[in-house]
């Protein structure tokens, strides 16, 4: 079993920059893909970034290619998701997951483990 608990949310204006955290508790973080997700108000959550166990594999959703980086640090047992060129588009609620799946997973159903969420603002 794992926990997990983000960091790391905020205000920041377009074109700026975050980098989320993640912290995770429990021995085994190392045997589980890590994924980055997001709700914004009056929409569905939302896929945004993910890491296979061993930080081998990524995958991202089209609107964060080249702007969003995800991370993993093992040995911390931590995840990071650093944020470029934000846009207003990218204020939401920013959750982390975590799944045994084996790759780094776009679908939500396969995260059995989530934080709490941090938000992060966009302001234009």
């Known amino acids: 079993q794992v926990q997990l608990v983000e960091s790391g949310g905020g205000l920041v204006q377009a074109g700026g920059s975050l980098r989320l955290s993640c912290a995770a508790s429990?021995?085994?973080?190392?045997?589980?893909?890590m994924g980055w997700f997001r709700q914004a108000p009056g929409k569905e959550r939302e896929f945004v970034a993910a890491?296979?166990?061993?930080?081998?594999?990524?995958n991202y959703a089209d609107s964060v290619k080249g702007r969003f980086t995800i991370s993993r640090d093992n040995a911390k047992k931590t995840v990071h998701l650093q944020m470029n060129s934000l846009k207003p588009d990218d204020t939401a609620v920013y959750y982390c997951?975590?799944?045994?799946?084996?790759?780094?997973?776009?679908?939500?159903?396969?995260?059995?483990?989530w934080g709490q969420g941090t938000q992060v603002t966009v302001s234009s």
């Open positions: 997951a975590a799944s045994n799946v084996g790759y780094a997973a776009t679908e939500e159903y396969v995260y059995g483990y």
């Open positions: 429990g021995r085994t973080f190392s045997a589980y893909d």
């Open positions: 890491i296979s166990w061993s930080g081998g594999n990524t």
